[in-house]
C-alpha cells in the first residue's frame, strides 16, 4: 500500500516555518494539519514530511477494514520515510502489533539526490521511532540492512525500481504464519501490480495475444518507470494493492476488491488506476 497524505503537498514544503512553535507543537494553518506531533527533535521534516490529519485517520480505516474483513497481517513492513512510519504505526496500533522498517523500500535514490547533488534525508533510527511511541520491532532484520548508502548511489530509476522488486520478491517468499503488509510509496505499489500483472485485469481483449504470449505482450504495454506525477495519480495516497502466489504456476496474481475502497465524496478514491 501506498502511505497516506503528506503535509508538504498539502501547504508547501514551507509548512513548518509557517505553522511551528517547536518540534512538536504547531498553530495549524489548514484543519488538516495536526496540532501536536510526538516525533524525534532531529527529524528532517522539511526533507521527510509526516502525515496529515486525514493521512492518519486513512490509514486507521484500513486497519478497519482489514480487521473487519478478518486479514491479520503477519508482519507489517514500512518504508524508513516518515509518512510511511506514520501509516504503518496507525495500523499496527490499530490491529494491536507492531511494525518493521526496510530501508530498501525507500524511493529510487536519484529522485533525492537528483543524481549526487543532493543527499538522501535523514530518516527516523529504530531507537528514534521508539522513543517517539511507534510501535517499532527493534528485534526484526531487515533483508537488507543499512543499504541508504546504497540508495543514495543509485544514479537511474532502473536501479530503484530493481532495488524495490527484489525486495518485495524476497519478503513475500520468506515464510510467515499469515499475510505480508507493505507500507510504501507510489512506485512500490506500481511494481507490485508489475509482479502480480494486475494490468492484465483491464486490457481490452482485443489486444490480447495467445495465452503464452499474454504476459510478454503486457510487459511491452505496461511502461516499468513511470514519471512520479504520473504514479502519484494512477496510485493515490492510501491505495491498495493485494496479491497472492499461484502455487501451481508459481506465480503471483493480482487480488482485485480484497478491501473495500476508501472514498471522499464523488472527486477523490483510493482506487488505483489501471488503465494502460
Given at each position: 500500500m501506498r502511505a497516506g497524505e503528506r503535509i508538504d503537498r498539502v501547504v508547501g514544503k514551507k509548512w513548518i516555518q509557517i505553522q511551528s512553535k517547536g518540534y512538536d507543537k504547531f498553530t495549524p494553518v489548514d484543519g488538516n494539519l495536526p496540532t501536536r506531533v510526538h516525533w524525534h527533535k532531529d527529524a528532517q521534516l522539511e526533507e521527510d514530511s509526516p502525515l496529515t490529519t486525514l493521512g492518519r485517520h486513512s490509514a486507521v480505516l484500513l486497519a478497519r477494514a482489514l480487521y473487519m474483513r478478518e486479514i491479520r497481517p503477519a508482519l507489517i513492513v514500512s518504508s524508513p520515510a516518515l509518512r510511511a512510519i506514520q501509516t504503518a504505526d496507525a495500523i499496527a496500533k490499530?490491529?494491536?502489533?507492531?511494525?518493521?522498517?526496510?530501508?530498501?523500500?525507500?524511493?529510487?535514490?536519484?529522485?533525492?539526490?537528483?543524481?549526487?547533488?543532493?543527499?538522501?534525508?535523514?530518516?527516523?533510527?529504530?531507537?528514534?521511532?521508539?522513543?517517539?511511541?511507534?510501535?517499532?520491532?527493534?528485534?526484526?532484520?531487515?533483508?537488507?540492512?543499512?543499504?541508504?548508502?546504497?540508495?543514495?548511489?543509485?544514479?537511474?530509476?532502473?536501479?530503484?525500481?530493481?532495488?524495490?522488486?527484489?525486495?518485495?520478491?524476497?519478503?513475500?517468499?520468506?515464510?510467515?504464519?499469515?499475510?505480508?503488509?507493505?507500507?510504501?510509496?507510489?512506485?512500490?505499489?506500481?511494481?507490485?501490480?508489475?509482479?502480480?500483472?494486475?494490468?492484465?485485469?483491464?486490457?481490452?481483449?482485443?489486444?490480447?495475444?495467445?495465452?503464452?504470449?499474454?504476459?510478454?505482450?503486457?510487459?511491452e504495454q505496461v511502461q516499468r518507470c513511470l514519471p512520479p506525477v504520473e504514479l502519484g495519480a494512477r496510485y493515490p495516497y492510501a491505495c491498495v494493492i493485494a496479491m497472492a502466489l499461484n502455487e501451481d504456476v508459481g506465480q503471483y496474481e493480482y487480488i482485485p476488491s480484497l478491501l473495500p475502497p476508501l472514498s471522499f465524496g464523488d472527486n477523490y478514491s483510493n482506487r488505483i488506476v489501471l488503465t494502460i
Open positions: 490499530f490491529l494491536h502489533t507492531t511494525f518493521a522498517v526496510e530501508e530498501g523500500l525507500c524511493e529510487p535514490g536519484c529522485w533525492y539526490t537528483q543524481c549526487g547533488k543532493f543527499a538522501l534525508p535523514r530518516f527516523l533510527k529504530a531507537n528514534e521511532m521508539r522513543s517517539c511511541n511507534f510501535s517499532i520491532n527493534l528485534n526484526y532484520t531487515p533483508v537488507v540492512p543499512s543499504c541508504l548508502d546504497k540508495v543514495e548511489m543509485e544514479r537511474d530509476e532502473e536501479q530503484g525500481y530493481d532495488r524495490i522488486e527484489d525486495l518485495l520478491l524476497d519478503l513475500c517468499a520468506r515464510p510467515r504464519a499469515g499475510p505480508l503488509l507493505v507500507v510504501g510509496h507510489a512506485v512500490t505499489v506500481h511494481t507490485a501490480a508489475i509482479i502480480c500483472d494486475a494490468f492484465s485485469s483491464v486490457l481490452n481483449p482485443t489486444l490480447a495475444l495467445e495465452e503464452q504470449e499474454g504476459s510478454e505482450k503486457r510487459c
